[in-house]
């Protein structure tokens, strides 16, 4: 009977001592997607939902229209500006990808409001932009 009850105390100390159990991680936003095009250039890009002073990051795929091949090293500069305004708020200059015509950008937008995002694109062969109209940066977390 002692054992027993050494062992229901030992149980009992062990269930006591656990962990309590971890917090979910905090999920991941949806990314959304957008395809523009401009007369040489389709972008196809994803990007995470716009916060005000917040980073954003931005998947860009670049195909050239002229032979559908990917735009490869492309220095690809992202300029936000606040709808139909002709002056930049922020500006960000992308990464090549690890995949060819695949670029990463993360961009801040600097308060709530309705945006536009004019993407830039040069290399070798481009010298193109792109204009991406409303854009929603919603306040709040």
Do not use: W
Request: net charge negative; aromatic share 6%; with cysteine.
């Amino acid at each position: 009977m002692k054992h027993i009850l050494k062992g229901i105390a030992a149980l009992l100390l062990l269930s006591s001592c656990s962990k309590p159990p971890e917090a979910p991680a905090p999920a991941e936003p949806e990314m959304l997607s957008r395809t523009e095009f401009s007369s040489r250039v389709e972008n196809y890009f994803e990007y995470a939902p716009l916060r005000p002073g917040k980073p954003s990051q931005f998947l860009i795929h670049l195909t050239d229209l002229s032979d559908g091949s990917p735009v490869e090293q492309a220095e690809v500069t992202l300029m936000v500006r606040p709808k139909d305004a002709q002056t930049s708020v922020a500006q960000t200059i992308s990464k090549v990808g690890r995949v060819t015509g695949i670029y990463v950008a993360e961009l801040t937008p600097p308060s709530p409001g309705d945006y536009d995002i004019e993407i830039n694109i040069k290399n070798d062969k481009l010298d193109e932009i792109v204009l991406v109209r409303d854009f929603n940066v919603e306040g709040g977390q």
